[in-house]
């Protein structure tokens, strides 16, 4: 936060798990949250972070140092509400301004409810993270002319200690839809806004585990008609509405308490149904095949990932959004890797060789982030395609 604005804002606290305390000034909503704090690299795109549900339980550190300049707008959003458990930044600049802005950072925060932090060391912050692994946090935001104390401090610590590991935490039947809906909205243009879907070449039935909203816009603009289903739906409810494709979305927590998915996508693939995965669906649809995923030191949050694919050869930068990813020694004979990360060398596509199954670790819609991969979205059209006048 620029130094004059300090004294407009009240005190706040962030303690994490091991011990290790920042004080800064709360920018949010007063009140205490709790989850497990990673940082994301993306120089843009908070408002699209901060409404990713797959950010459930998670305390999200953005390392750019200027947040808030261009304010938030009622059409960046990728859910209904903000998912992030909070939000910890280093500056919050003087001014906020856009031709497409309605609010500040700050005031948006404020009417979601979600509490907030600035003037922390971000750099120490992510150096911290980065050494350790993504660990619990809790930030306290206190209120006007509060002042911080010891008990404060304690009662954070507390919180960071006590809050649940995302290891073994089923999130996506917390945050998917709780009815079944047609979604028909295509990509956004400058001076049109969104658009809507005429002329449908394709059904698609896209199970949310925690779907952003611009990966069905996608779809939709290259001509697919989408239900959106229940987490939790059955495999044979899927089937039953004779789709061209089914799509299996990102999400959040781990992926293996995820049974229920698990199962389904296991019907869904032995009925020869054209499907692909992204991010947790990805996960998903590899333990479906008899693969292992396992929790990550260092998680993969940004858009500035460079990802190879092994095909061709292509290196494409991506965004990414994950604390979890899939075992390369435990993939049967019928599943092949696709992609890598040029980071760190963890599995990012998969491809099923007996059935028509494809996945992704990463995030082709890009929102935010760079578009280099969305070409994934083509070969889902170009498989059930291909299906349909087999």
Same mark, same amino acid.
């Given at each position: 936060?620029?130094? &004059?604005?300090?004294?407009?804002?009240?005190?706040?606290?962030?303690?994490?798990?091991?011990? $290790?305390v920042f004080v800064g000034n709360s920018i949010g909503a007063q009140g205490t949250t709790v989850g497990e704090v990673v940082f994301n690299t993306a120089m843009t795109g908070y408002q699209e972070i901060l409404t990713d549900p797959s950010y459930c339980q998670?305390?999200? $550190?953005?390392?750019?140092? /200027?947040?808030?300049? @261009?304010?938030?707008?009622? =059409?960046?959003?990728?859910?209904?509400?903000? /998912?992030?458990?909070?939000?910890?930044?280093?500056?919050?600049?003087?001014?906020?301004?856009?031709? +497409?802005? &309605?609010e500040t950072l700050s005031q948006y925060l404020v009417r979601n409810n979600t509490v907030a932090i600035a003037n922390v060391d971000t750099r120490k912050l992510t150096r911290l993270l980065r050494e350790k692994g993504a660990q619990n946090g809790a930030i306290v935001g206190l209120a006007a002319g509060e002042a911080v104390t010891q008990a404060h401090i304690d009662a954070a610590l507390a919180a960071a200690k006590a809050a649940p590991a995302m290891k073994g935490l089923d999130l996506a039947k917390v945050v998917t839809t709780s009815a079944s809906y047609a979604?028909?909205?295509?990509?956004?243009?400058?001076? =049109?806004? @969104?658009?809507?879907l005429d002329n449908p070449k394709f059904h698609v039935v896209a199970y949310?585990?925690?779907?952003? &909203?611009?990966?069905? +816009?996608? %779809?939709?603009? +290259?001509?697919?008609? %989408? $239900?959106?289903v229940p987490a939790q739906t059955p495999a044979k409810e899927v089937l039953a509405l004779n789709p061209d494709g089914v799509f299996l979305s990102n999400g959040p927590g781990d992926p293996a308490p995820c049974d229920y998915a698990i199962a389904a996508v296991q019907e869904i693939m032995a009925a020869g149904m054209p499907l692909f995965g992204i991010c947790l669906g990805h996960q998903i649809m590899a333990l479906a095949s008899g693969a292992k995923t396992f929790k990550m030191q260092n998680s993969h949050h940004g858009a500035n990932h460079p990802v190879k694919d092994l095909d061709t050869g292509r290196v494409s930068i991506t965004s990414q959004n994950h604390g979890?990813?899939?075992?390369? =020694? $435990?993939?049967?004979?019928?599943? +092949?890797?696709?992609?890598? &990360?040029?980071?760190?060398?963890?599995?990012?596509?998969?491809?099923r060789t007996d059935v028509p199954a494809f996945c992704f670790q990463g995030h082709p819609e890009a929102s935010p982030g760079p578009h280099d991969i969305a070409y994934l979205f083509d070969r889902f059209t170009a498989l059930m395609e291909t299906h349909k006048n087999a």
């Amino acid at each position: 936060m620029l130094l &004059s604005l300090q004294g407009s804002f009240p005190s706040a606290i962030l303690a994490l798990a091991d011990g $290790t305390v920042f004080v800064g000034n709360s920018i949010g909503a007063q009140g205490t949250t709790v989850g497990e704090v990673v940082f994301n690299t993306a120089m843009t795109g908070y408002q699209e972070i901060l409404t990713d549900p797959s950010y459930c339980q998670q305390i999200v $550190t953005l390392t750019y140092p /200027h947040i808030g300049n @261009y304010g938030v707008n009622v =059409e960046d959003i990728e859910a209904d509400k903000v /998912h992030a458990a909070g939000l910890i930044i280093k500056n919050l600049p003087l001014l906020a301004s856009n031709f +497409r802005m &309605s609010e500040t950072l700050s005031q948006y925060l404020v009417r979601n409810n979600t509490v907030a932090i600035a003037n922390v060391d971000t750099r120490k912050l992510t150096r911290l993270l980065r050494e350790k692994g993504a660990q619990n946090g809790a930030i306290v935001g206190l209120a006007a002319g509060e002042a911080v104390t010891q008990a404060h401090i304690d009662a954070a610590l507390a919180a960071a200690k006590a809050a649940p590991a995302m290891k073994g935490l089923d999130l996506a039947k917390v945050v998917t839809t709780s009815a079944s809906y047609a979604w028909t909205e295509t990509e956004w243009k400058l001076g =049109e806004g @969104y658009g809507q879907l005429d002329n449908p070449k394709f059904h698609v039935v896209a199970y949310d585990f925690g779907v952003k &909203s611009n990966i069905l +816009r996608m %779809l939709a603009q +290259r001509g697919c008609k %989408l $239900t959106v289903v229940p987490a939790q739906t059955p495999a044979k409810e899927v089937l039953a509405l004779n789709p061209d494709g089914v799509f299996l979305s990102n999400g959040p927590g781990d992926p293996a308490p995820c049974d229920y998915a698990i199962a389904a996508v296991q019907e869904i693939m032995a009925a020869g149904m054209p499907l692909f995965g992204i991010c947790l669906g990805h996960q998903i649809m590899a333990l479906a095949s008899g693969a292992k995923t396992f929790k990550m030191q260092n998680s993969h949050h940004g858009a500035n990932h460079p990802v190879k694919d092994l095909d061709t050869g292509r290196v494409s930068i991506t965004s990414q959004n994950h604390g979890f990813a899939v075992e390369l =020694e $435990t993939l049967p004979d019928n599943l +092949r890797a696709t992609h890598v &990360s040029l980071f760190d060398g963890t599995l990012q596509g998969l491809e099923r060789t007996d059935v028509p199954a494809f996945c992704f670790q990463g995030h082709p819609e890009a929102s935010p982030g760079p578009h280099d991969i969305a070409y994934l979205f083509d070969r889902f059209t170009a498989l059930m395609e291909t299906h349909k006048n087999a």
